[in-house]
């Protein structure tokens, strides 16, 4: 599970939006307002959006916890999910990104946009454009869309596979610094 560990760990860190070392509510609440911002979403969009990023960040990163969660304790908390039942967590792990990556795709083409990509990692405090922007290439976009279906695998397989054998491109663009 080493191989695992270490993704989930490079999640926790790229969900630290402030960067001060923890996951806490203000990660939550500097996501939301910059992507609604960089957006300039209408006030009752910007609601909904508000909403639904609240409810992802309870539900699966802070998991029952209240203010903030340490590093060992979410590790420890997909952990115990992953051994338990290895169908359930990769169902609930393909949940987490669906509902993500809906958010993401604002216009609700069901593809991802690079302008929707990098609105979306500098909400999160991904700021390197560069970085950001080839993160996206290696999608291999075709007429600068990439369809949901595939950046929503990709990050499953992010959280679930144990193959270290098949590329990761999640885990390559955060180890090359986005
Ligand atoms: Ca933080
Ligand atoms: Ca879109």
Redesign the pocket.
């Known amino acids: 599970m080493d191989y695992l560990i270490t993704k989930w760990k490079i999640w926790y860190n790229s969900l630290?939006?402030?960067h001060?070392g923890?996951?806490?509510m203000?990660?939550v609440e500097e996501s939301r307002q910059k992507f609604t911002s960089l957006h300039h979403l209408a006030a009752d969009q910007g609601k909904k959006v508000e909403k639904n990023f609240e409810e992802w960040w309870n539900k699966y990163i802070f998991r029952g916890k209240t203010g903030n969660i340490s590093q060992d304790e979410f590790v420890d908390a997909l952990k115990k999910q992953f051994s338990a039942d290895k169908a359930k967590f990769v169902n609930e792990m393909t949940e987490c990104f669906n509902t993500f990556f809906d958010v993401i795709d604002t216009n609700k083409d069901r593809s991802i946009s690079e302008d929707e990509f990098l609105i979306a990692f500098k909400a999160y405090g991904h700021e390197n454009v560069a970085l950001d922007s080839k993160f996206f290439q290696a999608y291999n976009p075709i007429d600068g869309l990439v369809p949901l279906r595939k950046i929503v695998e990709s990050w499953i397989q992010f959280v679930t596979s144990e193959d270290s054998s098949i590329t990761d491109v999640v885990k390559n663009a955060f180890e090359a610094g986005v």
């Open positions: 630290d939006v402030n001060d923890t996951i806490s203000e990660d």
